[in-house]
């Protein structure tokens, strides 16, 4: 980790995941973040996935080794341009105000450096620290003095709303149809069966058109 990264005490240990015991942690880490059903959490086998098709999962470590949190992100392409999604980041809540979801943050930050993408992508939802000016007016402010040669894109989701994360509801079918309770040979046979499946979902795929608009949603709430 770079030395321009935010100060916060002592600096806790953030390294990329590996091992099956990492992604079990994070799995853990997830239930106990958000009390959600199997169904619903990012699963071991969905992050050995991801992260072999070029995701990237950190993982910060407490004062006793223990992995305490997690930021996850995958790699996308929009109007020509590489882009790093931020997607998921939890910390466990006997290891909050320690910084650590900070340090992911900058990991996953210097890893966009690294890879020479264009911007990243930061997808802020159930967390506590919806201050979107704030956050939005220091990014701004950092990377105009940093000189940062790439951009940070904040998308803010209501609170309890990540099914507006389509991505999301996407990765939730992959667990069901595919990945879930199947067992596979190798990381190879696993991706093999991953990509001949996004290839039958592209066979069908369409354009999301949301009906919903502000106005409705306006509209709905003046009524209360």
């Not at 002592?10 to 169904?39: H, M, N, S, Y």
């Not at 223990?66 to 931020?86: K, M, T």
């Not at 320690?98 to 020479?116: C, T, V």
Request: aromatic share 8%.
């Amino acid at each position: 980790m770079r030395s321009d990264a935010p100060a916060s005490g002592e600096a806790p240990r953030v390294r990329l995941a590996r091992g099956q015991e990492d992604l079990d942690a994070c799995v853990a880490i997830q239930r106990a973040v958000w009390g959600v059903t199997d169904l619903e959490i990012t699963g071991t086998i969905q992050l050995i996935a991801t992260t072999h098709a070029g995701g990237v999962l950190f993982v910060a470590e407490d004062a006793a080794g223990d992995v305490a949190g997690f930021a996850y992100a995958f790699p996308a392409l929009r109007d020509g341009e590489a882009h790093l999604h931020s997607d998921m980041l939890a910390v466990h809540p006997d290891a909050r105000g320690r910084g650590l979801g900070r340090r992911l943050k900058w990991a996953q930050r210097e890893e966009a450096l690294r890879r020479g993408v264009h911007t990243l992508a930061l997808i802020l939802d159930n967390g506590p620290t919806h201050a979107p000016k704030q956050l939005e007016q220091w990014l701004t402010q950092e990377s105009q003095a940093r000189g940062w040669p790439l951009k940070i894109q904040v998308y803010w989701l209501p609170k309890n709303a990540s099914w507006l994360d389509q991505i999301e509801i996407w990765f939730s079918i992959l667990q069901r149809k595919l990945l879930k309770p199947n067992d596979f040979e190798s990381l190879q046979a696993l991706e093999k069966a991953i990509r001949s499946f996004i290839r039958y979902c592209n066979r069908s795929a369409k354009p999301i058109h949301w009906t919903y608009t502000v106005e409705k949603l306006e509209e709905k709430l003046g009524a209360h």
